[in-house]
């Protein structure tokens, strides 16, 4: 009954390569996140998607991909992988854009070697 | 700079003693301040959230304070307990804007 759930948990995986991190919510929410947690523990909104419409996108390469293919699901695909994209990247779900409780999935641990 | 600075970086307490923890923001105008708990290997759970026109919120043994004239937060724990080992995290959301605002957030360990 996990309310958001990520796939993988963790992820090492070597520079070049193409990888994708997949975020389930079960809340019935509309809007669901992406965040990049650095080494340094702050936590850096990436993309944003409320009703499949993505809403909110920062100033990320464009080796990073979100796809959203029902309102349950953000997924994020990562092209080319580079040493620095290694860090912890969460998925969170809101009821609305307007709602101040996100509720955040465990994580995905990417490590680039 | 950052616009959401906490403090301390990181504090060691014993069992059972209270602590303070500080989130000083810059974000104006501010619609909300909240505060997260985020244990080890785990995504942050949320503590409180306050508007611009609360003082106080609290869940059980945290109590989250506001003054937003000097744009202040403090988030104190009483009575802690080990499963209060942590990071905390301030956040604060804009007013009319999406994109929130994170500290670093202050590290807790609680030793028996």
């Known amino acids: 009954d996990t309310a958001v759930s990520q796939t993988p948990k963790y992820l090492v995986t070597q520079m070049g390569n193409d990888k994708s991190i997949k975020c389930e919510q079960n809340?019935?929410?509309?809007?669901m996140y992406w965040y990049k947690q650095d080494s340094k523990k702050f936590l850096k909104i990436m993309f944003s998607?409320?009703?499949?419409?993505?809403?909110i996108n920062e100033t990320v390469p464009n080796r990073f991909s979100p796809k959203s293919p029902d309102k349950a699901h953000l997924n994020l695909h990562i092209n080319s992988l580079e040493l620095g994209d290694s860090a912890v990247y969460f998925c969170?779900?809101?009821?609305?854009?307007?709602?101040?409780?996100?509720?955040f999935g465990p994580g995905t641990r990417l490590t680039v070697t | 700079k950052n616009q959401v600075e906490q403090s301390p970086q990181s504090l060691i307490i014993l069992e059972g003693k209270n602590c303070t923890l500080q989130c000083n923001y810059t974000v104006s105008p501010f619609s909300n301040l909240r505060w997260y708990k985020q244990d080890t290997g785990r995504g942050p759970v949320s503590l409180t959230i306050m508007t611009f026109s609360e003082n106080t919120k609290s869940n059980g043994r945290y109590t989250a304070t506001l003054d937003a004239d000097t744009k202040q937060s403090s988030l104190h724990i009483t009575a802690s307990q080990l499963s209060d080992s942590a990071s905390y995290i301030c956040v604060v959301s804009p007013y009319n804007d999406y994109k929130l605002s994170f500290g670093a957030g202050t590290t807790v360990t609680v030793r028996a």
């Open positions: 969170a779900s809101s009821p609305s854009i307007t709602s101040y409780e996100q509720y």
């Open positions: 809340l019935g929410h509309d809007t």
């Open positions: 998607y409320n009703n499949k419409e993505l809403i």
